[in-house]
T-cell receptor, first 112, second 116 residues
Framework: SQQGEEDPQALSIQEGENATMNCSYK?????LQWYRQNSGRGLVHLIL?????REKHSGRLRVTLDTSKKSSSLLITASRAADTASYFC????????????FGTGTRLTIIP | GAGVSQSPSNKVTEKGKDVELRCDPI?????LYWYRQSLGQGLEFLIY????????KSGLPSDRFSAERTGGSVSTLTIQRTQQEDSAVYLC??????????????FGDGTRLSIL
């Protein structure tokens, strides 16, 4: 079964608005990563947050992590048409090797 | 610099045939991963190679699936006696030597496999 579950499964917003996606997971983690996937392409790493961090920023991206609730959120501010993609969270389990377990993804559509 | 390269980009084959998918990781990356992604779904872990250690094969769905990594670089994923449910995009990723296990993975664009 999937370690991570993203919510919502799909999201459509107007260009310029903020987009928020959530990820929940089941077991203790070492770190959590967010990836973007454009249609027909591989995944691109966006940001990594360690289990002892609560918030991280990168450009228009803001990620939060709440280990007590086993959840994370990705906020994209001032969205652009080019942000249209699927977004996945991935966890590196505390007990185990470096392999990542991916969530089911959120399909984000930015309407120009 | 060059990213992760996968070939072929598309493969169509008949049920029952064997297929080989190739992955060229980024030079110097010690870790290599194979994932499977069905249409509209997340990624399913298949196998993980790290340096000279024994690979983690825990995600391979059946004994028809196998993978090799020669010389710590190029990897080949082989599917024998393909079935229609094997149709998916097969993604390869690599990451640099572990430094506290906080390494992002770098993905290729995948091989889209279609079994007729």
């Amino acid at each position: 079964s999937q370690q991570g579950e993203e919510d919502p499964q799909a999201l459509s917003i107007q260009e310029g608005e903020n987009a928020t996606m959530n990820c929940s997971y089941k077991t203790s983690i070492n770190n959590l990563q967010w990836y973007r996937q454009n249609s027909g392409r591989g995944l691109v790493h966006l940001i990594l947050i360690r289990s002892n961090e609560r918030e991280k920023h990168s450009g228009r991206l803001r990620v939060t992590l709440d280990t007590s609730k086993k959840s994370s959120s990705l906020l994209i501010t001032a969205s652009r048409a080019a942000d249209t993609a699927s977004y996945f969270c991935a966890t590196d389990l505390e007990e185990g090797n470096e392999k990542l377990t991916f969530g089911t993804g959120t399909r984000l559509t930015i309407i120009p | 610099g060059a990213g992760v390269s996968q070939s072929p980009s598309n493969k169509v084959t008949e049920k029952g045939k064997d297929v080989e998918l190739r992955c060229d990781p980024i030079s110097g990356h010690t870790a290599l991963y194979w994932y499977r992604q069905s249409l509209g779904q997340g990624l399913e872990f298949l196998i993980y190679f790290q340096g000279n250690s024994a690979p983690d094969k825990s995600g391979l769905p059946s004994d028809r699936f196998s993978a090799e990594r020669t010389g710590g670089s190029v990897s080949t994923l082989t599917i024998q006696r393909t079935q229609q449910e094997d149709s998916a995009v097969y993604l390869c990723a690599s990451s640099p030597p572990p430094r506290g296990r906080n390494q992002p993975q770098h993905f290729g664009d995948g091989t889209r496999l279609s079994i007729l």
